[in-house]
């Protein structure tokens, strides 16, 4: 019984970090600058993670059954995470990059002048969509190798880190939390990227290699617009 009560703790203090750290944000940018600058920083927050759940979503049910059948053997689990790995991410996160770079333009045509403050908070927020591209893909070698309790566990260091970067960023003024946020989430990058890769047939390394040319082009395509 105690054991049981240790885990449903464990889940209900996962989903209770999870919610906010996927939610103070929004609430931080209202308590500093007020209702204008939330609708601002969610336009673009909203504009930035379209992409993103939209690959998401579908990816990870083509990649979990397959991941899941080939548990037991680890050359083919690894050639496959990893080369899913970097076609996706040659994809996005260079687009996401030059995105950054062309914020203001970009927010003029999707929602108008108006709207055109929300830039500021589209270029940053696309900096941190990059880096949630290149690690959303950790979840799949939990899921896919039984290790669920692992990750909750993780996620209970690297959640308090993601809140902490936004309210410390929110000393800031408005433009902080979004710089705080994506501060955060490089810091707990290379975290989460240990924690994943452990006993499972992709190591740090694997993903590093994965990954280093979609960043190489994110930047050199930043850099030529």
Same mark, same amino acid.
């Given at each position: 019984? %105690?054991g049981?009560?240790?885990?449903? =703790?464990?889940?209900t203090?996962?989903? &209770? &970090?999870?919610?906010?750290?996927?939610?103070?944000?929004?609430?931080?940018?209202?308590?500093?600058?007020?209702?204008?600058?939330?609708?601002?920083?969610?336009?673009?927050?909203?504009?930035? @993670?379209? #992409?993103?759940?939209?690959?998401?979503? $579908?990816?990870?049910?083509?990649?979990? #059954?397959?991941?899941?059948?080939?548990?037991?053997? #680890?050359?083919?689990?690894?050639?496959?995470?990893?080369?899913?790995?970097?076609?996706?991410?040659?994809?996005?996160?260079?687009?996401?990059?030059?995105?950054?770079?062309?914020?203001?333009?970009l927010?003029?045509?999707?929602? !108008?002048?108006? +709207?055109?403050?929300?830039?500021?908070?589209?270029? /940053?927020?696309a900096? =941190?969509?990059?880096?949630?591209?290149?690690?959303f893909?950790?979840? +799949?070698?939990?899921?896919?190798? %039984?290790? %669920?309790?692992e990750?909750?566990? +993780?996620?209970?260091?690297?959640? #308090?880190?993601?809140?902490? !970067?936004?309210?410390? =960023?929110? /000393?800031?003024?408005?433009? %902080?939390?979004?710089? =705080?946020? /994506?501060?955060?989430? &490089?810091?707990? @990058?290379?975290?989460?990227?240990?924690?994943?890769?452990?006993? *499972?047939?992709?190591?740090?390394?694997?993903?590093?290699?994965?990954? *280093?040319? $979609?960043?190489? *082009?994110?930047?050199?395509?930043?850099?030529?617009?």
């Amino acid at each position: 019984m %105690g054991g049981l009560l240790s885990v449903g =703790g464990s889940f209900t203090a996962f989903d &209770l &970090l999870n919610y906010a750290s996927r939610n103070i944000d929004t609430a931080a940018v209202g308590v500093v600058a007020g209702a204008e600058q939330v609708g601002l920083y969610d336009r673009a927050y909203t504009l930035i @993670m379209l #992409p993103v759940r939209q690959l998401q979503a $579908p990816l990870t049910r083509v990649v979990i #059954p397959v991941l899941s059948r080939l548990q037991e053997a #680890p050359d083919r689990y690894r050639v496959y995470f990893l080369t899913i790995v970097s076609a996706t991410t040659l994809v996005t996160v260079p687009a996401m990059a030059v995105s950054a770079v062309l914020a203001e333009p970009l927010i003029s045509v999707v929602y !108008g002048e108006r +709207w055109s403050e929300s830039a500021k908070f589209f270029a /940053v927020l696309a900096i =941190g969509g990059s880096l949630t591209m290149l690690s959303f893909s950790n979840g +799949w070698l939990y899921t896919t190798l %039984g290790r %669920g309790a692992e990750q909750i566990r +993780w996620a209970l260091i690297t959640r #308090p880190i993601l809140i902490a !970067g936004i309210l410390i =960023g929110s /000393v800031f003024g408005p433009l %902080g939390v979004a710089l =705080g946020f /994506v501060s955060a989430q &490089l810091l707990v @990058m290379p975290i989460t990227y240990r924690a994943a890769t452990r006993n *499972s047939p992709v190591s740090m390394r694997d993903i590093a290699s994965a990954v *280093s040319r $979609p960043v190489v *082009s994110a930047v050199v395509s930043a850099a030529a617009v």
